[in-house]
């Protein structure tokens, strides 16, 4: 690969560590004006890549000398990472950062830190800016290692930090991590989405596709592997085209061998798949690796031709249907989950009627349904968008009734059969939970000292989404 190419998408080295010396600086800050433990209040809006976003974020907080709390109520920072794929989600932050304002008033020093992918956009920065006084610091999604030096501007200074602007790449390795999901861990290969669906919002808030190199995942994972993660999640938008910029000389399907081959008892899972870049040396490799989860993600959007074009998806019905084929007869036990939107701009009865008979062709797990929200600056926003919401709803309770009985028929057809989940806490008492490898939970008795182990657990019923199970 050229130098050129790689200094384009990584955060130079020396960057990270003229950042460490801004750490060592608001420490000292840190410990004048709240003294021994100020705590910080993190919470996360939108995907797990901005989950993971958070883990980075929240490393460096843990480095400057912030401990944690689970409520703004009596916290020294605020901060919220917020998402922009819906309309709905922008407006329950906008609500959050209006409710801010009155603990502010109490606890001046409060520190109010807005960032993520709805701050990205311009809009967003400049509303915050005028209408909401108290907020801080505003950073996007490009800035993230930049989080020592803003601070302390902000600290030092008490000057107001809104950093948006769009770097060409910015991979930031050597980041300090906060896990928190116990024997789970996310670990991202790929940030950003060169596809443009028409609809989406995320390519303009993300930036463009950017690899991981391998050799620096593979670190990461063995680092995982050796602090106990058994259950790791592999993230990028479209983890299909994993590899390509800048090139890694690997792809996706070598990766997850790759990652296969690695020693311990620990499941693999992935998202999100992309239908158009998924391939059957993908699916022969997922077949082959005996760690990966028999569980694909393939999100699909809508059954019918037309409206797939129009949202640029770049696949055929009958292609992903082909896929699907394909996935079957090489894992007969693979669980098939997708996203589906209803209401896209000029979608007909009949077209959704075309989405239905294909979640019944596939037989789905589960789905996320949306119902479409038009996002500023995207194509589709200049499409006409005549069919009332109201109506919308109508369309997406038949989509989640059709689902359910979908779902139902194949949580029956479970019982009896045994899986091998990792054992989590569960919110019933005297209970436990785990996933089977197709993402379904299933509770049943046990004690906690098995958390974090690996249990065979035989169904015993099953109800639409979740199945119960005794110990094996
Ligand atoms: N990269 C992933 C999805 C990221 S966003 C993929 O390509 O599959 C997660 C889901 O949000 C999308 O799959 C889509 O179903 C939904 N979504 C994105 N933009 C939306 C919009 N404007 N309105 C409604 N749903 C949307
Ligand atoms: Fe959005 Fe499409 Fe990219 Fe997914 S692939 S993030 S839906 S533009
Ligand atoms: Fe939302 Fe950004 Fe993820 S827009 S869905 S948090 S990439």
Known sequence: MENKERKNVFVP???????????????????????????????????????????????????MGYGFTDTPDDAD?????????????????????????????????MIIVLCGCMMQQSHVAERIKKSYPYVNLVFGTFAI???????????????????????????????????DRGAKAWLPIMYGCNNFCSYCIVPYVRGRER????????????????????????????????????DCGMNFAGLLREINALEGDFIIRFMTSHPKDCTYELL????????????????????????LKEMNRRYTREQYLDLIRYAKEKMPDLSITSDIIVGFPGETYEELCDTISLIREVEY????????????????????????????????????????????????????????VLVEPSENEGYLTGRTGGNISIEFKGTPDLIGKFADIEVTEAKTWILYGKIK
């Open 145 to 179: 290692h930049k989080l020592p030096e803003m601070l302390y501007t902000v600290l030092s200074r008490g000057k107001r930090v809104f950093e948006i602007t769009e770097e060409e790449g910015n991979i930031a390795e050597g980041l300090p991590t906060e896990r």
């Open 13 to 63: 080295p020396a960057e990270i560590q003229r950042q460490g010396k801004y750490i060592s600086l608001v420490s000292t800050v840190l410990a004048s004006r709240y003294g021994d433990s100020p705590k910080a209040y993190v919470h996360t809006y939108g995907c797990q890549g901005n989950v993971s976003d958070s883990e980075r974020i929240k490393g460096q907080l843990r480095e």
């Open 284 to 307: 022969d490799a997922m077949a082959d690796c005996e760690k990966v989860a028999r569980h694909l993600h393939l999100p699909v959007q809508s059954g019918n031709n037309r409206v």
């Open 365 to 420: 797990t589960s789905l996320f349904t949306f119902i479409y929200s038009r996002r500023k600056g995207t194509k589709a926003a200049e499409m006409e968008d005549i069919v009332p919401y109201a109506e919308k709803s109508k369309w997406f309770r038949e989509l989640c009734t059709a689902q359910e009985e979908i779902a139902g028929k194949r949580t029956a057809s479970m019982v009896g059969k045994v899986y091998k």
């Open 77 to 109: 920072l605020v901060l919220f990472n917020t998402c922009a794929v819906r309309e709905h989600a922008e407006d329950r932050v906008f609500g959050n950062v209006g409710a801010l304002k009155p603990i502010k008033e109490k606890r001046k020093n």
């Open 211 to 246: 690899s991981r190199m391998p050799e620096d995942i593979i670190r990461e994972a063995k680092e995982l592997i050796a602090q106990g993660a058994k259950d790791i999640t592999l993230l990028g938008q479209n983890v299909n085209s994993y590899g390509k910029y800048p």
